[in-house]
């Protein structure tokens, strides 16, 4: 089993609805780390948290620490949000970071 | 500032073959690390450093070298290239040495495909 898994694996979603993607991880973490890889491949870091809520522009980011499980929200999606979302956690015990196998989204007109 | 940068973009070797893939920054950070993205599975650390001079070992280091004879500079050799390396590489880097609450600056990628 992974230590860091997310769901769903793709999704696909019209313009403006709302989007939620999951992370839930099984190690002792010091920070969860949410980024963005476009097709053209960069990795871009959109969130670090390692409690309650941020929100940047249309994104949010929730962590419940209890459960291990964070959830990425992107509210009004719009076709320039298609990207491959990767959760991955700062392990407390090795401050080495576990990367999840990332969220295909796509965003259609 | 550039940030972290990384070539070459595309390499395609013959096994057998050795390489460097060059990765510099320019903020000053004191870790770097690299990872290799394969499909179906997560960011694989290779080696990262947490300052000049200090290297270490990652989840998958065989047949990978590192050095950091610089802050700005953490080059990865390839000492004998097998088709079991095609991945692609990334360089990322993060202001102090632990990751505690340091947010990770990627580089753009190398694309390596072994023959």
């Known amino acids: 089993k992974n230590e860091v898994e997310q769901s769903p694996q793709n999704l696909t979603a019209q313009e403006g609805e709302f989007i939620t993607i999951n992370c839930s991880y099984s190690v002792g973490i010091s920070a969860l780390h949410w980024l963005q890889q476009h097709p053209g491949g960069g990795i871009v870091s959109l969130f670090m948290?390692?409690?309650g809520k941020k929100k940047h522009g249309r994104l949010i980011a929730t962590i419940n620490i209890q459960e291990k499980h964070s959830s990425l929200h992107i509210t009004a999606s719009h076709p320039r949000d298609s990207a491959v979302y990767i959760c991955a956690v700062s392990d407390r015990n090795t401050d080495k970071l576990i990367f999840g196998t990332g969220t295909r989204l796509q965003v259609f007109p | 500032n550039a940030g972290v940068t990384q070539t070459p973009k595309f390499q395609v070797l013959k096994t057998g073959q050795s390489m460097t893939l060059q990765c510099a920054q320019d903020m000053n950070h004191e870790y770097m690390s690299w990872y290799r993205q394969d499909p179906g599975m997560g960011l694989r650390l290779i080696h990262y450093?947490?300052?000049?001079?200090?290297?270490d070992q990652g989840e998958v280091p065989n047949g990978y070298n590192v050095s950091r004879s610089t802050t700005e500079d953490f080059p990865l050799r390839l000492l004998s290239a097998a088709p079991s390396q095609t991945s692609v590489y990334f360089c990322?880097?993060?202001?102090?040495?632990?990751?505690?609450?340091?947010?990770?600056?990627f580089g753009p990628g190398t694309r390596l495909t072994v023959l």
């Open positions: 450093s947490v300052g000049a001079g200090i290297t």
């Open positions: 948290l390692s409690s």
């Open positions: 990322a880097s993060s202001y102090e040495r632990q990751l505690l609450y340091n947010e990770q600056f």
